[in-house]
């Protein structure tokens, strides 16, 4: 295999990680710079992290996302598994197209598009502009994400672990929370991430549906960066960077350890 | 469309068999709830604002809250209601017919956007093809390398760029000290900046359609083709395009739809000179307060945007078969 992997692919392959990563690396590299300057290095400093946590706004700021992101991200992590149940187990059902639709769309749908739909739907209903409405409107768009990617485990789900399961008697219900929802698990639990990571990283639709009082973490970053660049932004977002990466290192790590643990019981079933 | 109701319930005879009815009851009911629950929501907050937006849309802006008017107003009864569907209007629609900056906003757009799918497509292509002829073994942590920074915020990473791209900034200091020019180039506030800053955000989007396509590709084609006399290029165009293809397809709708309605791209890389339809709606909406020509630029980058989500729509059902 190895002589297939020309210097050709490994070249794009080090030069497009190069694209990817180097803006974040020099973002993070310049949050410890000591000039108020971003681009002109005067020395390693962590003062930027010091006066960031004496940033009111930003610290309220921070409080109202994760808030926002935590409620969110469960609540629309169990739509989004109901919606993928949907999708892989009822085939047939007046309105599949329009349901497949929907939660396919706001995947590509312009956020200008959704945000502004969704104000109004609150205005029109006289739902006051702030914390609730942004929670739901972050429902409804991250929904979509939980249930493509609960979907994708569906689809290679061995179905006749189920059957196995209801012939020896037990009621749907009890094969979905026994047998389903165990092995969809991993699925369930990245999609709550991302849904977790697009919750706190939207911008344009809690722009449009947060009201005063709920202003979210993107949000204040936005008003700041139409400001001027300075170290205080690279600082929060050198934080927003490592809380995520943590995240996601965690939940790998944890999936690799059950993946390896999976292999051994079932090498320890066939020795058996 | 309204009901949403089970016509079947794929559960094979034999392990029908053994269940009661009380039992199969009851799985009806909850297998109906696990379809209305997201059903309704969706239609709910998804389906019925588009109703609204198109409603308003028609209406006239007023110095009131909310600033349009007529409003959504069913205490009139029907007759109340007949009369405010009188007082609508294609008067946003003609002004933004009247007004040459929307027609160029639309267009721009969707040329920006077209533009940036191709460059992203070929500078995602040679990542995507790399990867997927890796070894094995690094494969998963490449994958986890493309999928990364789509977890970090999308908004710090094109802030990111504002400090690489400005006059004084880092690009223009390296060029500059290596002698490559010698007067900085003006990169930030052009269009250019804001084809970067897609082609950067986008990336990820455009590279693991592309993977799982090339990922599946049977590479002993190549091989047959290159023994057979086929020079390597044409072996590519022939053979492992027109196989990555719905890759290629995929990849591109990702890109391009949400790129043709971006806000935050061009507002902190395009600076004020640059158009694009979703910062006019988002200054028509937040600047000048006027709800009904914002939900009339929203109609139309919507029907603009129609047959492309389509066709996304198409290319998600193919492939859904195709995994079954």
């Known amino acids: 295999m190895n002589a297939t992997w020309s210097r050709f692919n490994i070249t794009s392959i080090v030069l497009g990680f190069a694209f990817l990563y180097l803006p974040i690396v020099l973002l993070i590299v310049f949050s410890f710079n000591e000039s108020k300057l971003v681009t002109v290095w005067g020395g390693f400093s962590t003062k930027w992290y010091v006066s960031l946590f004496h940033n009111q706004g930003l610290m309220d700021a921070t409080w109202v996302t994760a808030r926002v992101g935590l409620i969110s991200a469960t609540v629309a992590t169990v739509l989004g598994t109901l919606a993928a149940l949907t999708l892989t187990r009822y085939t047939r059902f007046k309105g599949r197209v329009l349901f497949s639709g929907m939660v396919f769309a706001p995947l590509v749908m312009p956020e200008v598009i959704t945000g502004l739909s969704l104000l109004l739907l609150f205005v029109a209903v006289g739902l006051d502009r702030g914390f609730l409405t942004v929670t739901l409107a972050h429902i409804t768009l991250t929904m979509c994400f939980v249930a493509v990617v609960v979907q994708s485990r569906l689809m290679t789900f061995d179905r006749s672990l189920e059957e196995a399961a209801m012939d020896l008697g037990a009621t749907p219900v009890k094969t979905f929370f026994q047998i389903t929802l165990p092995v969809i698990m991993p699925a369930i639990v990245s999609g709550w991430m991302l849904a977790f990571t697009l919750s706190l990283d939207d911008l344009v639709i809690a722009s449009f549906t947060s009201g005063p009082g709920a202003t979210t973490l993107p949000m204040k970053i936005y008003s700041q960066v139409r400001l001027g660049v300075t170290p205080e932004i690279n600082a929060a977002c050198t934080i927003l960077i490592a809380v995520v990466a943590i995240g996601v290192i965690i939940a790998s790590l944890a999936n690799k350890r059950r993946e390896v643990q999976r292999q051994l019981d079932e090498q320890a079933a066939q020795r058996g | ?324």
């Open chain 2, 1 to 324: 469309m309204s009901s949403a109701a089970v016509t079947t319930a794929s559960a094979s005879p034999a392990s029908n068999a053994g269940k009661s009815i009380l039992a199969r009851l009851g799985a009806a009911f909850v297998g109906r709830l696990v379809i209305i629950i997201p059903y309704v929501w969706l239609l709910f907050f998804f389906l019925i604002p588009f109703v609204i937006v198109f409603k308003i849309s028609l209406s006239q802006t007023a110095i009131a809250i909310p600033p349009y008017t007529p409003a959504l107003d069913f205490s009139g009864g029907i007759s109340g209601f007949l009369a405010q569907l009188k007082q609508l209007s294609l008067d946003n629609y003609t002004w933004l017919t009247q007004d040459a900056l929307y027609f160029n906003a639309y267009v721009t757009s969707v040329i920006i956007a077209a533009v940036s799918t191709v460059l992203t497509l070929l500078v995602g292509y040679p990542i995507a093809y790399g990867m997927a002829r890796a070894p094995a073994t690094i494969r998963p942590t490449l994958l986890m390398l493309v999928i990364l920074p789509f977890w970090t915020s999308f908004l710090i990473r094109v802030y990111a760029w504002i400090g690489i791209l400005k006059p004084e900034g880092l690009l223009n200091q390296l060029l500059l000290a290596t002698g490559v020019i010698h007067q900085p180039l003006i990169i930030l506030n052009t269009y250019t900046a804001i084809f970067i800053g897609i082609v950067y955000s986008y990336l990820p989007f455009m590279v693991l359609p592309l993977y799982s396509a090339l990922e599946k590709m049977d590479y002993s084609l190549i091989e047959a083709a290159k023994d057979l006399g086929c020079p390597p290029t044409s072996a590519f165009w022939k053979i492992t395009f027109p196989l990555s293809l719905p890759g290629v397809i995929a990849g591109c709708l990702l890109v391009f739809i949400p790129a043709v309605g971006e806000f935050v791209i061009p507002d902190l890389l395009g600076g004020s000179q640059t158009l694009m339809i979703g910062k006019t709606l988002w200054n028509e909406f937040f600047a000048n307060r006027d709800w009904p020509v914002s939900s009339a630029v929203a109609v139309i980058l919507l029907l603009l945007l129609i047959v492309p989500i389509m066709l996304f729509q198409r290319a998600q059902a193919r492939a859904q078969e195709m995994d079954r």
